[in-house]
């Protein structure tokens, strides 16, 4: 039986009893932890495919120890000018050795997101204020309507524009710019 399953970004197939070597894990050492973003499961002659993920399926993993890998030489040259740069760096890991892999009935861990969207719900109501007069709302009503239709003016094609133009009568279209338009139209 083995698995195809995302660990910190990259894909790995496991088997159980396998070691793995994984960009570094914040889990502390001796700890386990479990995946459940598993892509592909086989199980003798069954191979079930996640789309994207398998729902219910897990592999648990033991961390043993974190540790550096080889280190690799970066060195860069260009002929005849006297550049050379050598550089060096080595990728920090973590051993995993793969205890076991789960295929239904794996409980899914609550995601975080989840429960803050849940948080401001229980928030205190917002207080109504109080009506205000009508005769103040008539000239919002009035100064909001204006910006409106240079917005609607915007958003028409030159094309539209120019026929809104011939059936007001202006003339001069054909050398008008799109801001030229508008700006006749709103006249």
Known sequence: ??????????????????KVYVHRLQEEEGKKVSFQNVLLLEDGANITIGAPAIDGAQVEAKVVKHLKGDKVI???????????????????????????????????????????????????????????????KAKVEKTKAAPKEALDLSKKTVAELKEMAKAKGISGISSMKKADLIEALKK
């Open 1 to 18: 039986m083995y698995a195809i399953v995302e660990i910190a970004g990259q894909q790995f197939k496991v088997a159980k009893d396998q």
């Open 74 to 136: 970066v060195f860069k040259k260009k002929r005849r000018k006297g550049y050379r740069k050598k550089n060096g760096h080595r990728q920090y890991l973590t051993e995993l050795v793969i205890e076991g892999i789960v295929a239904k009935g794996a409980k899914k861990k609550a995601a975080k997101s989840e429960t803050k969207k849940e948080a401001p719900a229980k928030a205190a109501p917002v207080k109504k204020a109080a009506p205000k007069a009508e005769a103040p």
